[in-house]
C-alpha cells in the first residue's frame, strides 16, 4: 500500500492499544505489575536498577563472583545532582541480575590518592578468586589531576563483599607526562596476554588538551607495578576525549561462546574482538569488530570503508537512545557477556532534585556477535522476564485498514510488550539509499511516524494520553537494499507535551527511552520485544 501501514498503538499506565498492520498479526503483551512510588513530578521506574535516592550514572566493574552479581555504579551519597568531588561507587548485590539489594557505597573519596571523586573503572578477577577493582582517582580539585587506584575486599571470604580496601601504594599508575590532568580516566577489566603480563587499557587525552583522543595500555606482571605500552591499542584524530574503553573477544560464528566471552582470560584462537568507546562530543557508545593483536597490544577495526577507521564515531552504535558508558562482563553462571549502561535522562537539575534521584541503569543485556561477523546483535536477558506478574494475550484474525485502531484495556504502569507483525507483501518497500547508512537517526527525524511510506510505517505508540495527541511513537518501515531488505527502527518524541518532558521535545526527541531490540526472523516477519516503563524510565 503506498499511502503506508498503519502506527500500531499502546497507551500505558491507563490502557493498551494497538493498531496493526493489515495483516493477521499475533500480540502477546505481557505485563509486570509494581508499586509505582510518586517522588515530586515524574513516576519512578521499577523494571530498570536504580540506587533508592541521589544521582547515579556510570556502571562500574560489573561481576559475577562466588555466585552473586554485583553491580557497581558511580553515586553521588550527598544529593540527585553530579557532584564531581562527592562521587562514590555505589554497590548493589542480586542472584538474578533483576532482584538486587543495596550495600553500602564500596569506594569513598577519602584518601589523598582519590580525595576529590572515586571515578569509573572496572572490577577483574585474580588468581585464587580475588576480586580487585580498578579506578580513577580524581585529586587535587583546582588542576584535576587523574590518576588509576586499585582495592581489594578486606574480607575476600565474604559473599557479598561488603568492605573494600585501599592500597597505601596507590596511586598505581600516575598521569603520564603527555596528558592533561583531566583527560585520563576509567580503566578497563583486565586481561592476560600471550606473554603472561596483564593488560588494562585506559582512555586519555595524548599531547595536550587539543592531542589524540587515545587508548593507551599498560602491562604488569603482578598488578601492582605497571608501565605503558609502547603504541596506544587504538587513537583517533578526529573524535575529540573517548571514555569507558571496553575490549572483550567475541566467538566466530557457530563457534560456542564458553571462555571466549572471558575477558580476563583471553582464550587462544580468538580472532576477533570488540572494542567498545564513549565519546564525550556526542555522549554515544560507538564500536567496532576488529582484530586485537597482543604481541604489540594494538586493535584494528576491520571495516567496509577504510576512511571509518580513524574516525569512531562513524563506527556502529550499541542504542540510538539516551544510553552512554556502557559496561560488558562475562557472567559465568550463564556462560554469556552482559551489557550494562547508563540512561543519561533528559531531566533538568531542578526535575531531579525534586524527585530525589537522577539516572538508571539500562536492562542487562546478552550480547554476541552476529552471523555476518560485523556487527554485535543483543536482547534482554531472560531472568527479565521474571518480572510479569500478568499476562495479556491478545489475538487479532482479522486485518485492520490504514488508521485503524485497536486498544487493548488493563495494562499496568509497567509493561513487557512481544509483538510479532505479519507484513503479507514487501512490494511496495523503498529503495534503501546508501548514504542513509551514515545517520540512521537522522533518518528517522526525516521519516517521522506521521510520515506514510511504502512499507511502514508500524509499530507502538506508548505514553499516549486517550485522545492521542500525547504520544511516543516506537515505529518500523523497511526498505529494499541490495536484493534483501532493511529495517529501520525509530522512536518520535515529538508528540510529547507534557512539560517534564520538554527537554525532548525541543530536541527532536529521537533518542528511545524505551529497550528494543529488532530481528527479521523472515522477510516477511519481524520481532520486537519492548520493555516500556513510565515517564521517567
Excluded at 564513549?278 to 576491520?302: C, H, I, N, W
Aim: charged share 25%; with cysteine.
Amino acid at each position: 500500500m503506498a499511502a503506508g501501514l498503519p502506527l500500531a498503538a499502546c497507551i500505558v499506565a491507563f490502557h493498551l492499544c494497538l493498531l496493526l498492520s493489515p495483516s493477521t498479526a499475533l500480540r502477546r503483551l505481557s505485563e509486570a505489575e509494581s508499586s509505582v512510588a510518586r517522588h515530586g513530578v515524574g513516576i519512578r521506574p521499577a523494571y530498570h536498577f536504580l540506587p533508592a535516592k541521589n544521582w547515579q550514572n556510570d556502571p562500574n566493574g560489573p561481576m559475577y563472583h562466588n555466585g552473586v552479581y554485583h553491580l557497581f555504579y558511580q553515586y553521588n551519597p550527598l544529593g540527585a545532582t553530579w557532584g564531581a568531588g562527592n562521587l562514590s561507587w555505589g554497590h548493589s548485590i542480586s542472584r538474578d541480575l533483576v532482584n538486587w539489594a543495596a550495600l553500602d557505597t564500596a569506594l569513598d573519596p577519602t584518601a589523598p590518592f582519590d580525595n576529590n571523586g572515586c571515578w569509573s573503572g572496572s572490577a577483574t578477577i585474580l588468581p585464587g578468586s580475588i576480586p580487585a577493582l580498578m579506578y580513577t582517582g580524581r585529586i587535587d580539585a583546582g588542576k584535576e589531576v587523574q590518576v588509576q587506584n586499585i582495592a581489594f575486599p578486606k574480607n575476600p571470604a565474604d559473599p557479598f563483599l561488603h568492605e573494600w580496601v585501599k592500597p597505601a601504594y596507590n596511586p598505581v599508575i600516575r598521569l603520564p607526562i603527555d596528558v592533561p590532568g583531566d583527560k585520563f580516566r576509567d580503566p578497563t577489566t583486565a586481561w592476560v596476554g600471550g606473554d603472561g603480563l596483564w593488560r588494562i587499557a585506559v582512555a586519555a587525552k595524548v599531547g595536550g588538551p587539543s592531542g589524540i583522543a587515545s587508548t593507551l595500555i599498560y602491562r604488569s606482571k603482578d598488578f601492582r607495578r605497571w608501565k605503558r605500552n609502547a603504541l596506544p591499542l587504538y587513537m583517533s584524530h578526529t573524535a575529540d576525549m573517548v571514555e569507558c574503553p571496553d575490549l572483550f573477544p567475541v566467538a566466530e560464528p557457530g563457534v560456542e561462546e564458553g571462555r571466549l566471552g572471558y575477558t580476563s582470560e583471553m582464550a587462544s584462537g580468538v580472532l576477533r574482538h570488540v572494542l567498545k568507546l564513549s565519546v564525550m562530543e556526542t555522549t554515544q557508545d560507538y564500536y567496532a569488530v576488529g582484530r586485537y593483536d597482543d604481541v604489540v597490544d594494538t586493535f584494528v577495526p576491520e571495516m567496509d570503508d577504510e576512511r571509518n577507521v580513524d574516525d569512531c564515531r562513524t563506527w556502529r552504535r550499541l542504542d540510538y537512545g539516551h544510553m552512554y558508558a556502557s559496561k560488558t562482563f562475562f557472567d559465568a553462571r550463564k556462560n554469556r557477556r552482559v551489557l550494562w549502561a547508563w540512561a543519561n535522562e533528559s531531566d533538568s537539575k531542578d526535575d531531579d532534585i525534586a524527585k530525589g534521584w537522577s539516572g538508571v541503569q539500562t536492562f542487562p543485556r546478552k550480547v554476541w556477535l552476529d552471523k555476518d561477523g560485523k556487527q554485535l546483535r543483543q536482547w534482554p536477558i531472560e531472568e527479565i522476564e521474571t518480572l510479569r506478574s500478568k499476562q495479556v494475550i491478545y489475538w487479532l484474525e482479522a486485518q485492520v485498514n490504514a488508521g485503524g485502531v485497536n486498544k487493548i484495556v488493563g495494562a499496568g504502569a509497567q509493561v513487557d510488550v512481544e509483538a510479532i507483525f505479519e507484513i503479507p507483501s514487501l512490494e511496495e518497500a523503498e529503495t534503501f539509499e546508501p548514504n542513509w547508512l551514515l545517520d540512521p537517526q537522522k533518518l528517522c527525524e526525516e521519516k517521522r511516524a506521521s510520515m506514510p511510506g511504502g512499507v511502514g510505517p508500524f509499530g507502538l505508540l506508548v505514553m499516549a494520553s486517550d485522545d492521542l495527541r500525547e504520544h511516543t511513537a516506537i515505529f518500523f518501515r523497511v526498505f529494499r537494499h541490495n536484493h534483501n531488505y532493511k529495517v529501520l527502527m525509530c522512536t518520535d518524541l515529538t508528540r510529547l507535551i507534557n512539560p517534564w518532558w520538554r527537554a525532548l521535545e525541543e530536541g527532536g526527541g529521537h533518542a528511545s527511552r524505551h529497550e528494543c531490540t529488532l530481528s527479521m526472523r523472515k522477510t516477511t516477519t519481524a520481532r520486537c520485544l519492548c520493555s516500556i516503563t513510565g515517564p521517567a524510565s
